[in-house]
């Protein structure tokens, strides 16, 4: 009965790969969230969708492409991985936006070899 | 440029005592403030909010004091408890209707038993 499900939850590639983090959310919240914590333990926000449309895309590389097939699921692809994403990237999710309380997944911890 | 702060990277408080967390804001436009705690291995969850009319808010064991003049807001915990250890997180929301927060950078709080 998770609400909010990130997978997988433990990522560890080489540079210059290819992959994706998928995030499902079962709690009927229409506004989804990718966050990313960096060495210095900032949460920063990446992106954020409402009902599939993009309402947040904070100053994020074109190697991230966040993807929502439906207000249920938001799915981040990460292409040619760097060092520098090694990070827990942590998926939320709320009813409306506005900053109202948001659910987070347990995280995904991306280690780039 | 940080706008959310949390000047303590950690806090000890012996079981049964008050545990005070702090945060500092730098933008004066942010109306609405959250606290989270985190476990590890775990993603952040709520634990209580306030607006900016407001400048006390009270659930439980947990109290939120706003001090808008001083840009600053702090979490009171009573009496601490050993479940309560863990990482605390602020965030402020912008202008309303604003979607995103601002999250500063935790302070871990170990309880003593």
């Known amino acids: 009965d998770t609400a909010v499900s990130q997978t997988p939850k433990y990522l560890v590639t080489q540079m210059g790969n290819d992959k994706s983090i998928k995030c499902e959310q079962n709690?009927?919240?229409?506004?989804m969230y990718w966050y990313k914590q960096d060495s210095k333990k900032f949460l920063k926000i990446m992106f954020s969708?409402?009902?599939?449309?993009?309402?947040i895309n904070e100053t994020v590389p074109n190697r991230f492409s966040p993807k929502s097939p439906d207000k249920a699921h938001l799915n981040l692809h990460i292409n040619s991985l760097e060092l520098g994403d090694s990070a827990v990237y942590f998926c939320?999710?709320?009813?409306?936006?506005?900053?109202?309380?948001?659910?987070f997944g347990d995280g995904t911890r991306l280690s780039i070899l | 440029d940080q706008q959310v702060k949390q000047n303590s990277p950690s806090l000890s408080v012996q079981e049964g005592r008050i545990s005070i967390l702090n945060c500092d804001y730098t933008?004066?436009?942010?109306?609405?403030f959250l606290w989270y705690k985190k476990y590890p291995a775990e993603g952040p969850t709520f634990l209580i909010s306030?607006?900016?009319?407001?400048d006390k808010n009270e659930d439980g064991r947990f109290t939120v004091f706003l001090n808008k003049s001083a840009k600053h807001l702090s979490l009171h915990i009573v009496p601490s408890q050993p479940g309560d250890s863990a990482v605390y997180f602020c965030?402020?929301?912008?202008?309303?209707?604003?979607?995103?927060?601002?999250f500063g950078q935790g302070t871990r709080l170990t309880i003593n038993p």
């Open positions: 939320a999710s709320s009813q409306g936006s506005g900053g109202r309380p948001q659910h």
């Open positions: 709690l009927g919240h229409d506004t």
């Open positions: 969708y409402n009902n599939k449309e993009l309402i």
């Open positions: 933008n004066s436009m942010f109306d609405y």
């Open positions: 306030i607006s900016s009319i407001k």
């Open positions: 965030a402020a929301r912008g202008l309303q209707g604003a979607q995103k927060l601002v």
